[in-house]
């Protein structure tokens, strides 16, 4: 195999081998992401926004256990600080939440695209580092 231009043995027993890029579709799977849900941005960047995400049952294992004792029903409002692709709002749903007041801080617009394509009612807020500012409120 050659890696910027320099070659590297592969040694397997049989011989036998294929060397392929993951699709997206399967870096999503690996996140534990429905199919489709970086769809409507080029590969490129789906490949980024789920290289830099967080894998969703690993998100849903810790928060079944933060908000066990919140009833599934009850309001609850979101600060999330460099959102990404909304893994953590896509987490809240599959625990059961049905009513979220969603509130979003991420700069990169792709990964606002794909966040706003799963979820229209995230309220995008920019960048992080206005809540810096005096007088920040949400």
């Known amino acids: 195999i050659t ?4 070659e590297q043995p592969i040694k397997l027993p049989d011989g036998f081998y294929i060397i392929r890029k993951l699709t997206p579709i399967e870096c999503e799977r690996l996140q534990t ?3 489709g849900y970086t769809a409507g ?3 490129t960047q789906r490949y980024k926004c789920l290289g830099n995400g967080w894998t969703a049952e690993v998100v849903i ?5 933060m908000f066990k004792a919140v009833p599934r029903h009850e309001k609850i409002v979101v600060l999330s600080m460099y959102d990404g692709i909304a893994t953590a709002r ?4 599959q625990l059961g939440f049905t009513d979220i007041e969603y509130h979003a801080f991420e700069t990169d617009k792709y990964a606002q695209k794909v966040a706003l394509k799963n979820y229209p009612d995230i309220i995008q807020h920019g960048d992080a580092f ?3 500012e005096e007088g920040w409120s949400l």
């Open 3 to 6: 890696i910027k231009g320099k």
């Open 41 to 43: 941005i080029s590969n």
């Open 33 to 35: 992401l429905p199919d």
């Open 61 to 65: 294992h810790i928060m079944r256990h």
């Open 130 to 132: 206005q809540v810096r």
């Open 90 to 93: 896509y987490c809240l749903g």
